[in-house]
Nanobody, 124 residues
């Protein structure tokens, strides 16, 4: 079993920054991929970014490239999402997810374990 706990959401003005954290515990294995997804009101959950635990390879959704950075601390089994240049359209519940597979996936069904989500609100 794997547990994911997110933190770091909040309210910020447009152009501001936030950093989200996701701490994993339990039987994660050593070759997992951690992803961040978001869901805005009335919309489907969408992929934001992902990172491999081994090697640190990353992948981003086009609209966040250059603004968001995903990183990891393997010693802490924690993944971070640094969000800069936030826009009102970034407002959503952000959730981290883990797949016990070393291949990055951008689809919701590719991840088995999910955190509870954290609200990010960007005011204009």
């Amino acid at each position: 079993q794997v547990q994911l706990v997110e933190s770091g959401g909040g309210l910020v003005q447009a152009g501001g920054s936030l950093r989200l954290s996701c701490a994993a515990s339990g039987r994660t294995g050593s070759s997992y991929v951690m992803g961040w997804f978001r869901q805005a009101p009335g919309k489907q959950r969408e992929f934001v970014a992902a990172i491999k635990r081994r090697g640190g390879n990353t992948f981003y959704e086009d609209s966040v490239k250059g603004r968001f950075t995903i990183s990891r601390d393997n010693a802490k089994n924690t993944v971070y999402l640094q969000m800069n240049g936030l826009k009102p359209e970034d407002t959503a519940v952000y959730s981290c997810a883990l797949r016990t597979n070393s291949i990055i996936s951008t689809i919701v069904s590719g991840y088995y374990y999910w955190g509870q989500g954290t609200q990010v609100t960007v005011s204009s």
